[in-house]
C-alpha cells in the first residue's frame, strides 16, 4: 500500500476496506462529544453492542428459571464453556478439545505451570524474557518458591543487548542451548507487552523440545492480534485473557491451550475440581478424581457464566470475521500508523536536538501485530498528556513508552491519519 499523509488518503483506504463496517458494531467512547481516537484495543478492547443481548439473555433464563436454567436455559449453564471449544480453537490454531475458557489469565497461568513445571534437582530452570509483564513474574518466581527451588539460580531471562530495545530470536535459542537439559520449562510472552514483539514461537518450541523442556506462552498480546497455529507449531500449553484483542470485557474470562499428547495423559500431576472430573460420572459425587481427556480436565469450577456470555458475543464477531483477513488489515493499518510517525519524525523533528519519536518496535511484519510502541525524546509524559487531551486514548508506560494499538476490527485508517494530525500538533508545542 503507497500511504500518504493526507485526510482524502485515510478516507479512500476505508472506502476500500472490506473490514470497515465492523467498526458500527462497536461502542466507540467519546471524550468531550467526540468519538475518541481509540487505540487501546491491546489493554481493554471496546463493548460489542450485542454484548448486552448476551448477557440480557443470561439474566432473563436466570430470572424465569433459577436453578433449571443448568439445563433448560437457551445455552444451558451446565455446558455453556463448551460453546467456546469449536471457534476458540479456530482463532488460536489447535484441535477443539486442546482448549477451554475458564478463570482469569494469571490463574490459568499458574494452574498450567503446577503441570508444566515440574523441576527436578537436575532440571529446575524456567526461560522467560526480561521485563516480562509483571504478573507473569510475580507467577514464575512463586511456582519456583513452592517448588523448593531458588528464583535467582532457576530464572533465566532473556534480555535485549545493551543499546537494542528487543529482543534477538537467536538470543532466545541461543539461552535455550545454553541452559540445556538443566531446563523444565520455557515460558515466553507470544507478544511482548511493552515493545509488541511478536517471537517465533515455532522455533522457541522446537529448541525447547530438543532440550527436553516444557514450552508454554503467554498469549495475552497474541489472541486475537496475530496468526497462531499452537497444535501445528507442538505448543504445549498457552493461555491468554479475553479483555484485550478479543472485547470481552474488563476481567473477562481466560482462555488455555493444552497440546492433546497432554490431554490424554491422565496421570500428569494438576490442581482439581469437579468441572474436570469426566463428565458422565461427575454427579456421582465419589471419591477418586478422574480427569476428561480434554483441556477441560484442567477446569476446577463451574462456568462464570455472565462474563462467558460477553466472551461469546466477541468470539463470535472473531469467528465471522476470522483471523486472516483481520492480519491483512492489520498489517496495513499499522503500517500506516508506522508511516504517520516517520512523516512527522522527517518534517518537525530533530533527532540531533534530542527532540525525536523513536518506534521500538519491530518494523519486520513477522516480529509483530498492531502494536507501535514509541518514545518520545525531549517531550516524555507531557507529550502522552497532550495526546489524551486531545482525545487520543493511548497507553502510557513507565518509563517513557506511548504504546498505540490501531485494531483492524474498529479502528480505520481516519483514525489513524486524525491521531497524527494531534500528533503533529503536540510535537509543535
Ligand atoms: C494483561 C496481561 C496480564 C494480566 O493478567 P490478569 O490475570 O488478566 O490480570 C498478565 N500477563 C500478561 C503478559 C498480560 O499482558
Redesign the pocket.
Known sequence: MKYSNEHSFAEAADAQDPLSKWRDEFHIPEVDGKKALYFTGNSLGLQPKRTKDYIDQELTDWSNLGVEGHFEAKNPWFSYHEMFAEPVSRLIGAKSTEVVVMN????NLNLLLVSFYRPTKDRYKIICEAK??P??QYALEMQVRCAGYNPAEAIVEVAPREGENTIRQEDILAAIKETGNQTACIMI?GVN?FTGQVFDMKAITQAGHAVGAMVGF?L??AAGNIKLELHDWDVDFACW?SY?YLNSGPGGV?GVYIHERHCENTSLPRFAGWWGHEKETRFLMEKGFRPMKSAEAWQMSNAPVLSMAAHKAAIDIFDEVGMSSLVEKQKKLSGYLEFIIDDINDRLMNKAENRWLENITPRNWDERGCQVSIVAHGYGKAMFDVLMAAGVISDWREPNVIRLAPVPLYNSFTDVFLFGQVLETAVKR
Open positions: 482469569n489469565l494469571t490463574v516480562a509483564f504478573s507473569d510472552g507487552y503467554d495475552a498480546h485473557c484485550k481466560s
